[in-house]
């Protein structure tokens, strides 16, 4: 299958500052990626959708002004998340959706990335 | 707004043994996908079903997708340790691509 690699794996953060996550497609472009966040032992919740050359889409009750998101190119999004509180401490995931010119249209996660904020 | 309903949420079983998770919505999907979580990691592409009434099969693992693309099924055949994890189901929608998850099912795998 696809391959999306997300960086850093892991951060640790003091309150107030604020940490970027990137998200590549290494084998195929993908113009709509999208972002995810997950409690322990939960399903992922979807934060927003990131859209190459426009504007993302963010899910009701997720702060665009504290989660931004940024899709450069057709194979990186960056989630940034904006002086950090400890709240904000989670799993966040991406993943990359491959249109792979076929009837199947799949979504290939990356490996996410462990926040956690002091 | 759509909804999947994934159950069981937690299984503990022998191995050996057959289980069966389920996924129902009142919604259509374009497309359906399972995945596996391990813990810290990424979900984990299963397989994708986008055919009404199409079964697919990987190894000891059998998906299932309902004639009307409303509901979806996993079944594994003779658990092994191995199988231990999080399975997701995720509904797809035809319009904008975004994905509707179930709640998940933690199975366990006993030696």
């Given at each position: 299958g696809a391959v999306v690699s997300q960086h850093p794996s892991r951060v640790i953060c003091k309150s107030g500052t604020s940490v970027k996550i990137e998200c590549r497609s290494l084998d195929f472009q993908a113009t709509t990626m999208f972002w995810y966040r997950q409690f322990p032992k939960k399903s992922l919740m979807l934060m927003a959708t990131s859209n190459e050359g426009s504007k993302a889409t963010y899910e009701q009750g997720v702060e665009k002004d504290k989660f931004l998101i940024n899709?450069?190119?057709?194979t990186l999004s960056t989630l940034t998340v904006t002086s950090?509180?400890?709240?904000?401490?989670s799993f966040y995931i991406c993943s990359a959706r491959d249109?792979?010119?076929?009837q199947e249209d799949t979504q290939y996660f990356g490996p996410g990335t462990r926040l956690t904020v002091l | 707004t759509q909804l999947l309903e994934q159950s069981p949420q937690f299984l503990s079983i022998q191995e050996g043994e057959n289980l069966t998770v389920y996924c129902n919505s009142s919604s259509v999907f374009s497309s359906l996908q399972w995945y596996r979580q391990e813990p810290g990691e990424g979900p984990v592409l299963l397989v994708t079903v986008v055919t009404g009434g199409e079964v697919k099969k990987l190894k000891r693992l059998t998906f299932q997708f309902g004639d009307a693309r409303k509901d979806s099924s996993l079944h594994i055949t003779a658990?092994?340790?191995?199988?231990t994890g999080l399975y997701l189901c995720a509904g797809a929608s035809s319009?904008?691509?975004?994905l509707i998850f179930g709640q998940g099912t933690t199975l366990q795998v006993k030696p």
């Open positions: 899709h450069a190119s057709l950090a509180h400890p709240e904000d401490s249109l792979g010119g076929g | 658990a092994q340790t191995g199988d319009n904008t691509g975004k």
